[in-house]
């Protein structure tokens, strides 16, 4: 039986599998063992901020795993405290509850609005259309996306999307009983599609208005994939809460919600919990990932480097009409075509590069955030090659 006989055979058959076995990592590729070298402008789903076996990370975890690899949060951590640290002088805001995934930062912050809200009389959670949360039951809530939500029904009381984007519809919807609007400044799984200023100044002021809280999820577009440590800083959006998860773990899981003053106070001894959020090998990694991207000239080279790619696709669209327009913030660059993308990925995987496809006509890059002009080139030969065969 080959691997794909076995894993057919083993696994609920949730994830199309790409026709690779990964043998290691190294910087920004991946090599299979069939000898095979692939380039990942994907980096594990922008998990893998600083590619793979960066030496800051592989020296952290070796250092924490001799210590413990695990305690119960009945202990305090001095990864989680260092990890945490960081997180809240970053971002300026107060407090940190660790989670393990994205989706379980989403659902405790679902948690910690609601636990805010009741006293408040406010209840109603909006999230935006075309957005990704997660694959919990209360990120499935605030999705609209068929494709996630088809035979889970019925989801969460209270929950509804707003038409991202689209201020009359904001407006219409909110009111004194909005607890919250949960939004991705930057929609990845959505196709990489940035929030308006329009609609990032209308929230702003409808949250003065009816004082309801704005929650940024930063799993994807957080700590420095967009040039800035978070995405909302490009749109003058001032949320009260941030999520965060994918690379905040230095490639372990560990995700995390972050708040303000706001609800600072509302969860107390035992009200949220968990036995593996804050791992401290995973937060021991995050250190180390973080203290690399914030060290300039490291997010200067992201931006730098974005705007060279940008600039080489957009020379391209002249010559491939199909290109119908590309969207860069940083590290998160979305390509749209007028035609289906899954199979100009599938080809420019055959030219030994790892890009992927989402909102069926759109090239998602997301390359680890150490990617220089080299790799750049290289995928651009690789999809030149490709579009050239169209
Ligand atoms: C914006 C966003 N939110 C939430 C999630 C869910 O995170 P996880 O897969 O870690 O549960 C993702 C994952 O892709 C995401 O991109």
Not at 71 to 81: A, G, T, V
Not at 181 to 194: A, D, K, R, W, Y
Not at 304 to 329: D, H, L, N, W
Not at 356 to 366: G, H, P, Q
Request: net charge neutral.
């Amino acid at each position: 039986m080959n691997v794909k006989e076995q894993e057919s055979q083993l696994f609920f058959h949730t994830y199309k599998r790409l026709p690779l076995e990964v043998e290691r990592g190294e910087g920004c590729y991946l090599y299979t063992t069939d000898g095979q070298r692939y380039l990942d402008m994907f980096s594990g789903l922008a998990v893998n901020a600083l590619g793979y076996a960066h030496p800051a990370v592989i020296r952290a975890v070796d250092e924490q795993v001799r210590k413990y690899t695990h305690l119960s949060n009945f202990f305090i951590q001095q990864p989680q405290l260092q990890l945490a640290e960081r997180l809240l002088r970053l971002s300026g805001f107060d407090k940190i509850f660790f989670s393990n995934s994205g989706t379980e930062a989403i659902e405790g912050s679902i948690k910690l609005i609601r636990k805010w809200g009741k006293p408040l009389g406010k209840s109603q959670i909006f999230g935006m259309s075309n957005g990704f949360s997660g694959r919990t039951m209360g990120a499935l809530s605030l999705m609209d996306k068929e494709k996630y939500r088809a035979g889970y029904e019925p989801f969460l009381p209270g929950f509804g999307t707003i038409e991202f984007n689209d201020v009359q519809d904001l407006t219409a919807k909110v009111n004194q009983g909005t607890a919250a609007v949960f939004l991705e400044c930057i929609q990845g799984e959505g196709g990489i599609v940035g929030v308006t200023r329009e609609f990032a100044q209308a929230l702003n002021a409808l949250r003065e208005q009816y004082g309801f809280l704005i929650v940024a999820d930063e799993i994807q577009s957080g700590i420095g994939r967009t040039g800035k440590l978070f995405g909302y800083q490009h749109f003058g959006l001032t949320p009260d809460i941030i999520t965060v998860a994918k690379p905040i773990g230095g490639g372990l899981p560990v995700g995390a919600i972050i708040g303000s003053k706001k609800v600072a106070d509302v969860w107390t001894y035992g009200v949220h919990g968990t036995t593996f959020g804050g791992n401290p090998v995973a937060c021991a990694a995050g250190v180390a990932t973080i203290d690399t991207v914030m060290q300039e000239p490291f997010l200067a080279n992201v931006r730098t480097q974005s705007e060279y790619f940008s600039g080489q696709i957009r020379a391209m669209m002249a010559r491939y009409p199909f290109i119908k327009e590309v969207r860069t913030f940083g590290y998160m660059i979305g390509v749209e075509l007028t035609v289906e993308s899954a199979p100009i990925v599938d080809a420019v995987l055959q030219k030994g590069v790892l890009v992927n496809s989402t909102a069926n006509t759109v090239i998602r890059i997301l390359p680890p955030l150490i990617a220089g002009r080299e790799e750049f080139d290289q995928l651009l030969t690789a999809l030149t090659t490709v579009f050239d065969a169209q």
